[in-house]
């Protein structure tokens, strides 16, 4: 059970675009297309953003989205915002109704 | 629209147990998996323990396996986490989460509870 990998930081200025991504294993991310992101501002409790790899709930912005290619699953911010600052997290299953999250990301907007 | 509050945490000497609760409001409570979810101070999230819709199923993380405990309670729309022998490495908040189970996904957190093991 090792955490999924995420870059410590990703920092990009307004109405830019930034991604952050989610590598695992073939045992996780590669595997199950079950990752889902999470938005957490500080002080509060995590936000899903993301579900089923590249799927929206309703109510979350079409300005995130999701890919995943092998082993690594991404996370894409869109026309970023300042109110998009926030730590993002990968979360994948990862078998026998067990799930990782990812070591978390920090987002600035400069 | 769906409620989890959690309580039951506080400061607790190491080695020592506590239970933390989770009441659930604004959902079918009982057609539902509960995760458990942490967060060590300035760290990141850690999956904890998932329990099925009718409590026949559950799971760990190794780091909690043998000494943490979740249940649930239908009748009174309430989780719960039994935490034994706990130590330093157990001081986090803890979140309970709803749980999707065909999309294996959390879409309603709560506020979360903050249990401290210190000497």
């Known amino acids: 059970q090792s955490a999924l990998t995420q870059p410590a930081s990703v920092s990009g200025s307004p109405g830019q675009s930034i991604t952050i991504s989610c590598t695992g294993t073939?045992?996780?991310?590669?595997?199950?297309?079950?990752v889902s992101w999470y938005q957490q501002h500080p002080g509060k409790a995590p936000k899903l953003l993301i579900y089923?790899?590249?799927k929206w709930p309703s109510g979350v912005s079409d300005r995130f989205s999701g890919s995943k290619s092998g082993n690594t699953a991404s996370l894409t911010i869109s026309g970023l915002q300042a109110e998009d600052e926030a730590d993002y997290y990968c979360?994948?299953?990862?078998?026998?109704?067990?799930?990782?999250f990812g070591t978390g990301t920090k987002v600035t907007v400069l | 629209q769906v409620q989890l509050v959690e309580s039951g945490g506080g400061v607790v000497q190491p080695g020592t147990s506590l239970t933390l609760s989770c009441a659930a409001s604004?959902?079918?409570?009982?057609?539902?998996?509960m995760h458990w979810v942490r967060q060590a101070p300035g760290k990141g999230l850690e999956w904890v323990s998932l329990?099925?819709?009718?409590?026949?199923?559950?799971t760990y993380a190794d780091s909690v396996k043998g000494r943490f405990t979740i249940s649930r309670d239908n009748s009174k729309n309430t989780l719960y986490l039994q935490m034994n022998s706990l130590s330093a490495e157990d001081t986090a908040v803890y979140y309970c989460?709803?749980?999707?189970?065909?999309?294996?996904?959390?879409?309603?957190w709560g506020q979360g509870t903050l249990v401290t093991v210190s000497s």
């Open positions: 329990i099925s819709y009718d409590g026949s199923g559950k």
């Open positions: 089923e790899d590249i």
């Open positions: 989460a709803k749980y999707e189970t065909t999309g294996g996904y959390c879409d309603h």
């Open positions: 604004g959902l079918a409570f009982s057609s539902f998996g």
């Open positions: 979360c994948s299953y990862a078998g026998r109704a067990t799930y990782v």
């Open positions: 073939s045992s996780d991310v590669g595997t199950y297309n079950l």
